[in-house]
């Protein structure tokens, strides 16, 4: 007997499709659904979002340097990993700053700056493309040529010789010129095959025969078929160039940097400044080794061109779908519609097909315009006066000494003169050594050639004189409790009060002369230079150490560090407590003494090394010696020599000034990613800058042979003058000081001028 059974007693096997349930309609549904489209949505919507909101969600200060940080109760360099400290969970870059904040700040430019540049790409490819596809016969084989060499040419390379030929300084300009020279070139490959289409259609030909023109043709058919497209290729357009704007600033061109500046032989370090993607990219060239950072922030340049990539997808597919089912779609989308349909009139459906483009450019420049207008308002704005860190005098005094400070910053928090206008001037019987010191109160003290200190009211009336035991040496120093030092020879020291009584001398017995004014720190202890070393001089007059510090001779007063526990004399750096000289072998000082290298202290309480016409802010740690972002402009076939004096203010600016017996003073200015902010050039020889106010109006002196000596007052930007003050004939100035609204001048014919103020 046979075991098979009769196909009609089988009992059937159940499937999916034989049940009617809500599932299977979900699956369906789920099978449909723009995937691309609702993906690449949610990622460009939340790239907006970040965009929008990132900089009040960044919890560190984006431009917060961390040179050296505990961890596991060691101290570690930058860059520091992710995940190992709770203030930066995505760790930092090599300068220590935050990377997760950078990136909350960095989203808004860098999606400002490629949505401009892909709009610009966008509209210059449709209406070329429009005039490709539109040409017929040999124009329209001459611009199909065109148009196969222009996609034949790398883009990158094209971007890189139309910025480099504008200017990076340009900025956005320059990017705009360099992206768009041939990316728009795709774009008008896919609109010229659309025009060509339309054209070959019988709506065209009945439009010819009604007598309408070329150009409403093009605007009322061909635009109006060709709208569609829009949206789908500014997405692509986005992604594409945020892809190369990646890889621009990976090679080191970023708007507001792209400076490469070279260290050591074949060592350079690319600039930075506020975060922007491309810019951020850019930092791991610095160490291929550690490329955690590019590794986080290439992972997210990705994540974005993919959104946009995904969401161009989604836009091309729907596209297709619609133009499938006769203009209607089917599922969400055509819900979507059908609802849109009916609450919207059909005259406003027809008016908004018609004006599409219109319409999308019109929102795109919107977009861009307020972009960049939210980004400007909201970037990291330089802080005021009143909230950046700067040095404070002990004492309070209005100029302790030479160079104002005993850090030597040349910088005051007070507005100088606004006119040359002599309140008063006073002579001496003999000429000046250096200029005055000025107290708390505005008391004047000035030494003399005939050894005599003098003491003068802010009025310049004479208070008293005091007899020196030698011929004196730079400008006096005032200490935090009031009491004038002054250097004089052989090498001596003495103390004054303020009243004028002799206090104490400091007695050298031969050797090195003393060869610059004093400094006095917050504890009172007195340092000055004498020919090649630094002596340290208690508060009572006791000697405490005399170190060698530099080979050769020198004129100029010893700068302490902010903390005080350095202290440098051109290219020498001693600990200030023992006159021991520092380790400093990762800056290479002996390697680039050529440069003439000189440290240096800040308005900012930064310590700096320069070296030839760069600036590099630098920290000792248990680790070694950590560099900042090197800072320099490019001064090939503008000045001869090395500055001879430089400096910051308190937001970081950085002045350099270079002047000499045989040629012209320029002061130049800088900001922290070396954009240049100034070249003022005066055409005054051996120029002094006397000081800088918190205006950043630079006060400076000339001695000139073939016209009378100067002094003038430079407002950053300018290269006029806001005043100027004739000092006369075979005058040499020799020392100043600026206080809140007045300038005194001191000249070696013994003349001392107080210049405005009341």
């Known amino acids: 007997m046979s075991t098979r059974l009769d196909a009609s007693r089988r009992t059937p096997q159940p499937t999916i499709d034989s049940f009617n349930l809500p599932e299977t309609r979900i699956l369906r549904w789920f099978r449909h659904l723009n995937w691309p489209l609702l993906i690449g949505g949610m990622i460009t919507l939340a790239i907006v979002v970040m965009a929008v909101y ?259 997808e989604g836009l091309r597919q729907r596209l297709s779908r619609q133009i499938a089912t006769g203009g209607r779609l089917k599922g969400l989308g055509g819900m979507i519609e059908h609802w849109l349909e009916g609450i919207i009139p059909a005259s406003a459906t027809d008016w908004l097909e018609t004006n599409a483009v219109r319409l999308g450019i019109a929102g795109m420049v919107v977009l861009v315009v307020g972009g960049w207008t939210i980004w400007h308002e909201s970037r990291p704005q330089s802080k005021s006066i009143e909230e950046q860190q700067y040095l404070v005098v002990p004492g309070g005094h209005l100029w302790a000494t030479e160079r104002h400070d005993a850090q030597g910053t040349q910088w005051v928090n007070a507005s100088g003169p606004s006119s040359a206008a002599a309140l008063w001037t006073y002579q001496a019987e003999g000429g000046f050594v250096g200029g005055p010191a000025v107290a708390a109160d505005g008391s004047l003290y000035i030494a003399t050639t005939n050894s005599e200190l003098l003491a003068l009211t802010p009025n310049g009336q004479e208070v008293w004189r005091a007899r020196l035991p030698g011929v004196p040496v730079g400008s006096p120093a005032l200490g ?70 530099y080979d050769s001779y020198v004129e100029q007063p010893p700068v302490l560090s902010a903390g005080e526990a350095y202290i440098f004399l051109l290219s020498g750096a001693l600990s200030a407590s023992s006159g021991v000289p520092l380790k400093l072998s990762d800056l290479s000082i002996e390697e680039l003494i050529f440069t003439n290298p000189a440290f240096f202290v800040g308005a900012d309480g930064k310590t700096y090394l320069r070296t030839g016409h760069e600036v590099l802010s630098w920290v000792a740690t248990d680790e070694g010696v950590v560099t900042g972002s090197p800072i320099t402009w490019n001064h090939a076939g503008s000045v001869p020599i090395p500055p001879l004096n430089q400096g910051t203010t308190p937001d970081g600016s950085v002045w350099l000034l270079y002047s000499g017996e045989f040629f012209d003073t320029r002061l130049v200015w800088l900001d922290s990613t070396s954009r240049m902010l100034s070249n003022t050039r005066s055409p005054d020889h051996q120029g002094n800058l006397l000081g800088i106010d918190k205006d950043a109006i630079a006060y400076i002196c000339s001695d000139n042979f073939s016209v009378n000596a100067n002094c003038k007052a430079f407002e950053i930007g300018s290269e006029t003058p806001l005043w100027e003050l004739d000092l006369g004939d075979s005058v040499k100035v020799a020392g100043g000081a600026l206080i809140p609204n007045r300038l005194y001048i001191a000249t070696d014919l013994g003349t001392l001028y107080a210049v405005g103020g009341n």
Request: a negative charge.
């Open 54 to 312: 990132g900089p009040d969600w960044a919890a560190q200060d984006p431009m917060q340097e961390n040179y050296a940080l505990v961890i596991d109760g060691k101290v570690v360099r930058p860059p520091y990993p992710p995940f190992t400290l709770a203030e930066h969970p995505l760790g930092t870059d090599q300068f220590g700053r935050d990377l997760l904040s950078r990136i909350l700040w960095g989203v808004r430019p860098t999606l400002i700056l490629v949505t401009t540049v892909a709009t610009v790409r966008l509209i210059v490819g449709i209406w070329l493309g429009l005039i490709i596809g539109w040409s017929g016969g040999r124009r329209g084989r001459i611009f199909d040529s065109i148009l196969s060499a222009a996609l034949s040419v790398p883009v990158l390379i094209v971007a890189l010789m139309g910025i480099s030929a504008v200017g990076i300084e340009k900025g956005l300009w320059a990017f705009i010129f360099g992206l768009a020279l041939t990316g728009w070139a795709e774009t008008a490959r896919i609109i010229s095959t659309q025009t060509r289409t339309i054209k070959g259609q019988t709506y065209v030909e009945a439009a010819y025969a009604l007598g309408a023109s070329e150009l409403r043709i093009l605007r009322k058919h061909v635009l109006h078929h060709i709208s569609p497209l829009v949206w789908m290729l500014l997405a692509f357009e986005v992604s594409t160039t945020l892809l190369v704007v990646s890889e621009l600033g990976f090679l080191g061109y970023y708007i507001g940097g792209g400076v490469w500046i070279e260290v050591l032989d074949f060592v350079a370090v690319n600039t930075t400044g506020l975060p922007e993607l491309g810019q951020m990219l850019s930092d791991t060239l610095v160490s291929l080794t550690r490329p955690l950072v590019f590794i986080i922030v290439g992972s997210f340049v990705s994540l974005i061109v993919l959104g946009f990539n995904l969401l161009g």
């Open 480 to 549: 935090p409790d009031g009491k004038i030092f002054i250097a004089g020879q052989p090498g001596g020291l003495t103390a004054y009060s303020p009243s004028g009584d002799r206090l104490w001398e400091f007695v050298t017995e031969g050797g090195r002369e003393s060869t610059s004014g004093p400094v006095v720190d917050s504890q009172g202890t007195i340092y000055y230079t004498r020919v090649d070393s630094i002596q340290a001089v208690s508060p009572d007059g006791k000697p405490l150490w005399l170190s060698l510090i």
